[in-house]
């Protein structure tokens, strides 16, 4: 992997090729994203690059008993931020980030702690994977969750036609398997979609477009990385 870079989804759109095809697209919020620490072998027995992507909302003490007010970077300690992460952030001297991911770039030696990676780092035409949270559809029956039929609505299998039918046999093995298809918690899970391809680059306002759609609700936090199967 060479490149990397942390965003937020702001939802879906169309846009017109060359050829006046329409495509469907979804634009993601690139970056800026900064390098808040580089991993090495001697030191964490790995090479990875850390990033930090979205501002932090610093409330500090303004000197006024129970008031507090916005900081721009370290002028009090923050009272919505770990102490571990604010002394890590500091270490590195770049602002707080609400979001940090890693990544075990090939080239980690042509990045420095404090540079900062933005959406030109991509190109239009790459071929890219994006990683994301899906959307929590809460607890979900059968048929929304695993796309199981309908029971027959005849024949005395009522009241309800939405169950999951049979379990599993009643004396061998007595128990219901493990893995078994059932009602559950939907969605709200870590999903991956391969093989995507970068439309449109805006570096100046830090967008991707992105043709076809990308997992999460807008305003989710994605990862956009080089594709391991182009």
């Known amino acids: 992997?060479?490149?990397?870079?942390?965003?937020?989804?702001?939802?879906?759109?169309?846009?017109?090729?060359?050829?006046?095809?329409?495509?469907?697209?979804?634009?993601?919020?690139?970056?800026?994203?900064?390098?808040?620490?580089?991993?090495?072998?001697?030191?964490?027995g790995y090479e990875a690059v850390q990033l930090g992507f979205g501002d932090i909302k610093l409330k500090v003490q303004d000197g006024k008993k129970g008031k507090r007010v916005r900081s721009a970077k370290f002028k009090n300690d923050p009272v919505n931020i770990t102490k571990p992460l604010l002394g890590h952030f500091k270490k590195a001297d770049v602002a707080p980030k609400s979001t940090l991911r890693e990544f075990r770039l090939d080239n980690i030696d042509a990045y420095k702690v404090g540079d900062i990676i933005k959406a030109d780092t991509f190109a239009e035409g790459d071929k890219i994977d994006v990683v994301g949270k899906s959307k929590g559809k809460g607890y979900a029956g059968v048929i929304k969750r695993w796309n199981f039929h309908r029971l027959k609505e005849t024949h005395g299998s009522g009241p309800?036609?939405?169950?999951?039918?049979?379990?599993?046999?009643?004396?061998?093995?007595?128990?219901?398997?493990?893995?078994?298809?059932?009602?559950?918690?939907?969605?709200?899970?870590?999903?991956?979609?391969?093989?995507?391809?970068?439309v449109k680059i805006d570096a100046e306002n830090n967008l991707i477009a992105i043709k076809g759609a990308i997992p999460g609700p807008n305003g989710g936090i994605v990862v956009i990385r080089d594709s391991v199967k182009a």
């Not at 495509?23 to 808040?36: F, K, M, N, R, W």
């Open 1 to 44: 992997m060479q490149k990397a870079i942390i965003g937020k989804k702001i939802g879906m759109t169309q846009i017109f090729d060359a050829k006046g095809n329409v495509l469907p697209v979804t634009v993601v919020e690139a970056g800026p994203c900064v390098v808040a620490q580089i991993k090495t072998v001697e030191n964490d």
């Open 160 to 198: 309800v036609a939405r169950h999951g039918g049979s379990m599993g046999a009643c004396s061998t093995p007595s128990r219901v398997w493990k893995g078994k298809k059932m009602a559950g918690h939907l969605g709200a899970e870590r999903v991956t979609v391969q093989n995507l391809t970068v």
